[in-house]
């Protein structure tokens, strides 16, 4: 595995290139790309031109006329995407999404500002399907698709998180997470995917969750929270799986059922739905929220999003709930019901406790665990002690999917502040709908391109540095199970002695339940404040 | 290259104007056929690609969610950016259209010793902004040369952009600031490293022709005087399709209308179609309510999925040892 250079290194970024993006060579360099799709993982997934390949040969395995089917690709997209149309040619490279991108001010690398991740595609767009290419050519900034374009393109398109800050900035609202999409389904047509994507989109094709858990594997990994929270509360639960009946199915993504700290939000939902009593239950068919496909093609989204409404329908409930994730928001909201709607066999989400009907959901039947608990704590339903947070100073991280595909900012913030006492904001510039992503998002988790991880989550964690150092910060919240994974070591290596949690993590430390005996430590088995315990 | 090829492109198109008028005594080619051909090229140009974007349809509801979307009653949403139904998503298009809302966000991020500082950086806003509008009312107040009687709208708005009564003729505000707008937006291409390595002759070349096309308007209105009568009967001419071209006007009228011209019909083939596209732009123009209102996908095709049955059949004894419940139990 390539060696990341230390923090004060990685740190010397100039962000005022010196010469034309396009005269910089492609430098496929270790540390900042992923491997590439395993063969049997493309076969399972029944994805063109299945084989094991590796970025760094030479020979990428491509098909003989892989360069006609990249142009067809384009062609179609076009015809099929007015969003992609429209953004190949209305950019008049006004920069203003140039320094925007995490990755940029990550690294500095021009193909890294939004603009020119989309130019490289533009340009070849140019070359074969507008009178101005076709006849000005390089002057209409057009350029033919060679080998050595297509190696750019897989380098930077699977260096973006598909994040949408630069959209939010840009006067047309062009989206480069959209032509990230149709790049990489591009790349798609030709084997080109990373092993970080297929892998997952296959586990969870054939068994429902990205981890691959088998259906037993995920009762027992529950049952392993149990008898934690047992030992930690006193109380015994004992939750359904893939039953008929439940008002409720769950689905959250698999993440959190694997490693900390997302395993505590998993313990934290668990202790909930056991205080409210609620009729719910887990499946273990559609066992991820998250959807890895969306990183593959939106066919690929639609194949394994497909499991959460048959799944409601095979066992028959009245509405679904969905936990703490980012990118599986964006899918739930904006694309679930138009994938694989209607979904005229569910009711509309009323909340059995509270009574309240989610008129923002009446159409798609899913609701988000955060409003549905946000709107438990305003109805007065629960009993919180968030005394029980206060060696926590918290702060909040968007994600970059719930906040600009979604507009859910205020929810979260209302829940995390309902059981913590102490919450600082980051700054104004770096949070809300102009959050700065993770780093790590769209399927780039991976361990071999950890430098690049570091490097696109550095504008986040210098905005936590910010209030650590402000504040004494020392937890930063999340709802998204990418977050929960990826910001542990992003923390470790920008801002040490920042931890990571889930918001459903907070309410359960913060929760009194019927019954408890009085708890001596939180979820991660230390000891809660002023219970000293040394 | 692209500054250079790009001016000595304007520089061209401006001599090549002067040749054929002064020397060749080509009026009715620079006052006749190039204006009508670039006036149809325009707009067959424009609709041709508004209507082959307008084939692509939309199939997935996808703004760019700007702020809170429709939520609990006590939580405060916030309608323009997150737009909860479509006269929302009307306010939130005047707002991006009229005033550049989305680049009044603009932010400022640099490094200073290893720390990223983000500050508001509202310049190219500004003078964008100033540029668009200038352009805008410049072009109006031209209609007064295409028809018998100026209209009162046209006068008032001409009474109103020479409103400090300086110089003879009155200066027109507009002339001005466009020219201002226009240079800025040209040296931030040229001196911001950022902006400048991601140029390409397309961008230098229009701003560059914008330039010429106002500077020579300018010239000809307070500087080379051209015989005014001579002009409206080109622009009435052209307009009741009995086109006439004097050559008594002088060779800068000449000049100013083939680069209008040239701008006009390399309109519809180049990056100045965002002028059609930021209407179509599905980020923008949508509402926030897809979760509420279900958006149905013209050219959404059924796909392979792996089915609950297939998945029981895989794990069915894995289940059933488990305790968990299954469809059927062989």
């Known amino acids: 595995m390539a060696k990341i250079p230390k923090p004060e290194q990685l740190s010397k970024i100039d962000l005022k290139p010196k010469k ?85 001010l990550g690294s500095g690398d021009s193909r890294n500002m939004p603009v020119v991740r ?18 000005f050519g390089k002057y209409a900034g057009a350029r033919e698709l060679t080998l050595d374009v297509l190696k750019e393109w897989w380098y930077y398109f699977y260096q973006c998180t598909e994040c949408r800050r630069c959209s939010l900035f840009c006067p047309y609202g062009i989206d480069q997470a959209e032509i990230t999409i149709m790049g990489r389904e591009l790349m798609n047509l030709l084997g080109l995917n990373i092993g970080w994507i ?17 259906p037993h594997t995920i009762k027992s990994s529950i049952e392993f929270f149990l008898s934690d929270i047992e030992d930690i509360t006193g109380i015994k639960i004992e939750p359904t799986f893939n039953r008929k009946g439940a008002e409720i199915l769950f689905v959250t993504p698999s993440g959190d059922l694997f490693a900390d700290p997302g395993t505590y939000t998993a313990m934290g939902y668990l202790m909930l739905f056991h205080e409210l009593g609620l009729d719910y239950t887990w499946s273990t068919y559609a066992s991820e929220g998250g959807n890895f496909g969306f990183f593959t ?56 406790i509270t009574g309240t009907k989610f008129e923002n959901a009446k159409a798609t039947k899913m609701v988000h665990i955060v409003e549905f608990t946000a709107d438990l704590i305003k109805n007065g339903k629960l009993k919180l002690d968030p005394s029980r947070n206060d060696d926590l100073i918290v702060t909040y991280h968007d994600s970059c ?52 991880r570091m490097r696109g989550g550095f504008p986040r964690a210098n905005a936590v540095k910010h209030v650590r150092d402000k504040h004494g910060v020392n937890m930063l919240a999340n709802i998204c199970a990418i977050d929960r994974a990826t910001l542990p070591p992003l923390m470790d290596y920008w801002v040490p002695g920042v931890r990571v949690t889930g918001t459903h993590e907070l309410v359960a430390n913060a929760l009194v339940m019927k019954g408890e005996k009085e708890r001596e430590t939180n979820l991660r088995a230390e000891p809660l404040p002023g219970k000293g315990g040394e | 290259m692209g500054i250079a090829f790009s001016f000595a492109a304007v520089i061209a198109l401006i001599v090549l104007a002067f040749f054929g008028v002064a020397v060749l005594n080509l009026q009715i080619l620079f006052g006749v056929i190039i204006p009508y051909a670039a006036f149809l090229a325009f707009i067959v140009g424009f609709v041709l690609k508004v209507v082959k974007w307008g084939r692509s349809p939309v199939p997935f509801r996808i703004p760019t969610t700007g702020g809170q979307g429709y939520s609990f009653s006590w939580i405060k949403q916030n309608k323009l950016d997150s737009p909860p139904n479509g006269l929302w998503v009307i306010g939130r298009m005047l707002l991006e259209v009229l005033v550049f809302r989305s680049l009044f966000r603009n932010t400022k991020s640099e490094l200073n010793s290893g720390k990223l500082v983000h500050g508001s950086e509202k310049f190219l806003w500004f003078f964008g902004l100033i540029f668009h509008w200038s352009f805008l009312i410049v072009l109006v107040r031209h209609f007064r ?45 040229v001196l911001m490293p950022q902006i400048r390595f991601i140029s390409l002759p397309a961008d230098y070349f229009p701003l560059l022709l914008i330039i010429a096309v106002a500077a020579s308007g300018i010239l000809m209105r307070y500087f080379i005087r051209v015989d005014i009568v001579g002009v409206k009967q080109v622009t009435m001419g052209l307009v009741s399709l009995h086109p006439t071209a004097p050559s008594s006007i002088g060779s800068i009228f000449y000049i100013h209308l083939f680069l209008v011209s040239v701008l006009f019909a390399y309109f519809p083939f180049s990056k100045l179609m965002h002028m059609g596209g930021v209407f179509m732009s599905p980020t923008r123009n949508l509402a926030n309510n897809s979760r509420m209102v279900r958006h149905v996908n013209p050219w959404n095709y059924p796909v392979h999925v792996h089915t609950y049955s297939e998945y029981e059949d895989e794990f069915r004894e894995k289940m059933i040892k488990a305790g968990l419940p299954v469809e059927k139990e062989q």
Not at chain 1, 38 to 52: H, I, S, V, W
Request: hydrophobic share 40%; with cysteine; net charge neutral.
């Open chain 1, 20 to 104: 034309h993006w396009s005269q910089f060579p492609i430098d496929i360099r270790p540390g900042m790309y992923c491997h590439g799709a395993k063969g049997k993982d493309l076969k399972t997934l029944e994805l063109p031109n299945a084989r094991d390949w590796s970025p760094a040969e030479v020979d990428w395995k491509l098909p003989e006329d892989w360069k006609q089917t990249v142009l067809d690709g384009i062609k179609q997209r076009l015809e099929r995407y007015r969003s992609f149309h429209i953004f190949m040619d209305v950019c008049v490279r006004c920069g203003a999404c140039a320094d925007k991108c995490h990755f940029f």
């Open chain 1, 118 to 135: 989309a130019e490289i595609l533009r340009s070849v767009y140019r070359h074969y399907f507008t009178p101005a290419g076709k006849l």
């Open chain 1, 198 to 214: 297929t892998g997952p989109a296959a586990n969870c094709y054939m068994k429902g969750n990205h981890l691959g858990l088998e």
């Open chain 2, 145 to 189: 040369f295409f028809m018998v009687n100026v209209p009162l709208p046209i006068k008032i708005m001409e009474a109103l952009d020479s409103f400090f009564q300086v110089g003879v003729p009155l200066v027109y505000i507009t002339d001005l600031t466009l020219l201002l707008g226009v240079t800025y937006l040209f040296i931030r291409r």
């Open chain 1, 297 to 352: 093609s939106m066919e690929m989204a639609k194949r394994l999003n497909s499991k959460i409404y048959a799944e409601a329908k095979r066992l028959g409930v009245k509405w679904i709930l969905g936990g703490e994730c980012g990118h599986m928001w964006r899918v739930l909201h904006q694309y679930m019901d138009t994938f694989n709607g209607p979904a005229d066999f569910l009711e509309q989400p009323v909340s059995p």
């Open chain 1, 401 to 452: 999917n719930t906040t600009r595909g979604m507009g859910f900012m205020e929810e979260p913030r209302y829940v995390i502040k309902s059981v913590c006492n102490h919450f600082h904001e980051m700054p104004e510039d770096t949070i809300r709908e102009q959050t700065f992503c993770c780093g790590s998002g769209s399927g780039l988790n991976a361990s071999e391109d950890m430098e690049l």
